[in-house]
């Protein structure tokens, strides 16, 4: 009696947690800034512009095109995970450029102008890097900030999960103190001064949201995501 009691609560319960890990790893794929064909890339991009390139070796430099070309078609053909869809229009842009580039590249490595095909390395690079770029944190802080407040808007806000919104509280305030105690790179102090006021702004947002009753919570959810996003585009 008690196998067929454990039979059938293994059949009951094990769908569940099925269901609870899919969700889980669903949301680790949207919450994540990786793009692998990026990564894979740079395979190639890192002998083009750290060894042919300064070297101006041209048979290495015409040796590389298929390879290029197969890992540049993964970067055509990548998707932005759901955490990246305020950049899906700026990606576009670039994987165009960067097309651009990876043809210039095909044609120059077919002709037998040596210094086209050196001109046609660097702007390879150069479009890469733009794309890296697009996708890259500016601040880590705020990139671990950005991944609770993704799940919580996207996710939690739509189906009016205010409990769900509301255990989320340590983690927001954590993080958003953690954006706040964050040192800006050099190459963007100047905006240091207009950074700490903005991130003040989005501390003060989560503790509304961490006050909040379920029929306040949408409005303090929204503010807070308004603060995010003023932060963001002080860097753009």
């Excluded at 009696?1 to 009951?12: A, G, P, T």
């Excluded at 769908?15 to 969700?23: E, H, V």
């Excluded at 255990?167 to 305030?173: D, F, M, Q, T």
């Amino acid at each position: 009696m008690k196998s067929k009691l454990l039979i059938i609560f293994l059949i009951l319960i094990i769908p569940f947690y099925q269901i609870s890990f899919s969700q889980e790893e669903e949301c680790a794929d949207e919450t994540s800034t990786n793009i692998p064909a990026l990564v894979e890339f740079h395979d190639i991009m890192y002998p083009i512009w750290h060894t042919a390139y300064p070297s101006k070796d041209i048979e290495a430099l015409k040796s590389y095109v298929d390879e290029v070309n197969k890992k540049a078609e993964k970067i055509f053909n990548a998707k932005l995970p759901g955490i990246l869809r305020e950049k899906e229009a700026k990606w576009k842009k670039g994987v165009d450029e960067f097309r651009e580039a990876v043809n210039k590249y095909n044609e120059a490595a077919k002709g037998s102008d040596d210094q086209a095909l050196l001109n046609a390395a660097e702007e390879l690079h150069t479009k890469y890097e733009n794309l890296v770029r697009i996708i890259r944190p500016i601040l880590k802080e705020l990139d671990e900030f950005h991944k609770v407040l993704y799940v919580i808007y996207h996710k939690y806000l739509p189906d009016k999960k205010w409990k769900e919104i509301k255990n989320e509280c340590n983690s927001l305030k954590e993080k958003s103190k953690k954006v706040l105690e964050a040192t800006l790179p050099k190459r963007l102090e100047a905006k240091s001064e207009e950074y700490k006021k903005l991130a003040q702004e989005l501390v003060k947002s989560v503790d509304k949201v961490c006050k909040a009753k379920n029929k306040d919570m949408s409005k303090a959810v929204e503010e807070m995501h308004s603060r995010y996003e003023a932060l963001q585009e002080l860097f753009e």
